[in-house]
């Protein structure tokens, strides 16, 4: 939404029922400053999925001669994006840890992340609708790191769009397991292996 305000002022606008029991879904106390146009966007969960008696409020009291404009008022349901991380073994992998990131207008940006459950599930339940990339990372250094779709870096991650009010299923990912210098294959290459005698004087 976009307020202004002729003079400085505290408002709470709130998301509720218009009748009893007068249930409140949401509340922001908002400070406005004088003669500046600004945007505010907030998130929030109702408790329930849907209520004919609710609406949008703002409460504008307590100002001498207040002269307020409230424009492009907008309440957009959220999206989400869920699927499975597992190991090339088709394992499910537990405390993955899952980074939406999306684009603030110059660069890519850690918006917020989630750990994946003891099946190997993870869920962002709460994201505007908006292009998102995702990024896969083991606390535990078991696995690498990589991007939605076996990608190595954020700048070349594919997209995942989020729709107002739908989730995106089947967003999946495979690791690969990091390969420590005990574990290496032998070379087979024998210009790349050195050889030598050790003698004394």
Same mark, same amino acid.
């Given at each position: 939404?976009q307020?202004?305000?002729?003079?400085?002022?505290?408002?709470?606008a709130?998301?509720?029922?218009?009748?009893?029991?007068?249930?409140?879904?949401?509340?922001?106390?908002?400070? =406005? #400053?004088? %003669? !500046?146009?600004?945007?505010?966007s /907030? &998130?929030?969960?109702?408790?329930n999925a $849907?209520?004919?008696?609710?609406?949008?409020?703002?409460?504008?009291?307590?100002?001498?001669?207040?002269?307020?404009?409230?424009?492009?008022?907008?309440?957009?349901?959220?999206?989400?994006?869920t699927?499975?991380?597992?190991?090339?073994?088709?394992v499910?992998?537990?405390?993955?840890?899952?980074?939406?990131?999306g684009?603030?207008?110059s660069?890519?940006?850690a918006?917020?992340?989630?750990?994946?459950?003891?099946?190997?599930?993870?869920?962002?339940?709460? =994201? #505007?609708? %908006? !292009?998102?990339?995702?990024?896969? /990372? &083991?606390?535990?250094?078991?696995?690498? $790191?990589?991007?939605?779709?076996?990608v190595s870096?954020?700048?070349?991650?594919?997209?995942?769009?989020?729709?107002?009010?739908?989730?995106?299923?089947?967003?999946?990912?495979?690791?690969?397991?990091?390969?420590?210098?005990?574990a290496?294959?032998?070379?087979?290459?024998?210009?790349?292996?050195?050889?030598?005698?050790?003698?004394?004087?």
């Open positions: 939404m307020l202004w305000s002729q003079q400085a002022a505290t408002i709470k709130i998301v509720g029922q218009s009748q009893a029991p007068w249930t409140n879904y949401w509340n922001q106390i908002i400070n =406005l #400053p004088v %003669d !500046q146009v600004k945007v505010y /907030y &998130d929030f969960t109702m408790t $849907t209520d004919a008696n609710s609406g949008l409020y703002f409460h504008v009291g307590g100002h001498s001669s207040p002269v307020l404009c409230i424009d492009k008022v907008e309440l957009i349901p959220l999206g989400g994006i699927g499975v991380v597992r190991n090339s073994s088709r499910a992998l537990p405390n993955i840890r899952v980074t939406a990131y684009w603030n207008g660069a890519w940006r918006v917020t992340s989630v750990n994946t459950n003891s099946t190997g599930r993870y869920l962002f339940n709460s =994201l #505007p609708p %908006d !292009q998102y990339r995702l990024r896969y /990372y &083991d606390p535990a250094a078991r696995y690498r $790191t990589e991007f939605y779709n076996n870096t954020l700048a070349t991650a594919p997209t995942v769009a989020v729709s107002a009010g739908a989730t995106r299923n089947n967003i999946n990912a495979v690791l690969a397991a990091v390969v420590t210098s005990a290496a294959p032998a070379a087979t290459d024998e210009a790349q292996v050195p050889t030598g005698r050790v003698v004394d004087a």
